[in-house]
């Protein structure tokens, strides 16, 4: 694999071994299950800017209970959401951030925190992956991805697909279901305030460091008039 800037070269660089790995057949059912979810786009009632960000109980890699709003920073946070360390696409953007991005929020004093509706197992092997220095927890029931209007599930014929490479979201998940956020970046501000929403319904695509520092950097300048 090349070294990108990008998490989309990244992507490009790593489909073509993947869809010859898994072959035509189920690379058609993952084909399909993108275009339909290009083609649904956005659910109604998604978080958007101004919205506040919900309270929320979230759990780390250890199993232990932490109230959302006590590991935000005391200034603005990014907030990841990914489908979980099953997921090749969430492991290539969480590790790209890591490299890309966690350096350039811990020199603003912005805190980066992923979240996933895993298990603690499952987020320990996200972390793991991605050799991970940023906090990455664990929503269980999507219980606040679901606040915030950005739940969805695997179709029918992608989780069969699952099941013939031999996993099953389900199973990876804290609450036994498929249910899964639409990956997603927000920018909250010092008073929870949501400055910037990115949800990808396309898990393929993935919001840009670029993109979310231009986000962080504007909530700055804001701030400072």
Not at 103 to 129: C, H, M
Not at 131 to 154: F, Q, R, W
Request: with cysteine; hydrophobic share 40%.
């Amino acid at each position: 694999m090349t070294t990108s800037n990008s998490i989309a070269a990244e992507v490009s660089d790593f489909v073509p071994g993947f869809t010859q790995a898994i072959g035509p057949a189920l690379t058609a059912v993952f084909d399909e299950e993108q275009r339909d979810l290009r083609a649904a786009g956005i659910p109604d009632g998604a978080v958007s800017v101004g919205d506040a960000l919900p309270s929320a109980t979230v759990i780390d890699s250890q199993g232990r209970s932490h109230d959302l709003e006590s590991l935000l920073g005391e200034g603005p946070t990014v907030v990841v959401f990914y489908r979980g360390a099953w997921c090749p696409f969430c492991n290539i953007t969480l590790a790209h951030y890591q490299r890309t991005l966690a350096p350039e929020l811990d020199a603003r004093g912005v805190a980066l925190i992923a979240i996933s509706p895993q298990t603690p197992d499952g987020t320990a092997s996200a972390v793991a992956k991605g050799e991970l220095g940023y906090t990455v927890v664990s929503d269980p029931g999507n219980a606040l991805a679901g606040a915030l209007g950005i739940v969805t599930a695997p179709s029918s014929a992608a989780q069969e697909a699952h099941t013939q490479l031999g996993f099953a979201v389900k199973d990876s998940n804290a609450d036994e279901t498929p249910a899964i956020p639409f990956p997603s970046v927000i920018v909250v501000d010092s008073a929870r305030r949501i400055t910037f929403a990115d949800i990808k319904v396309d898990y393929t695509q993935r919001t840009e460091t670029a993109e979310i520092l231009t986000a962080v950097d504007a909530l700055a300048t804001r701030r400072s008039r």
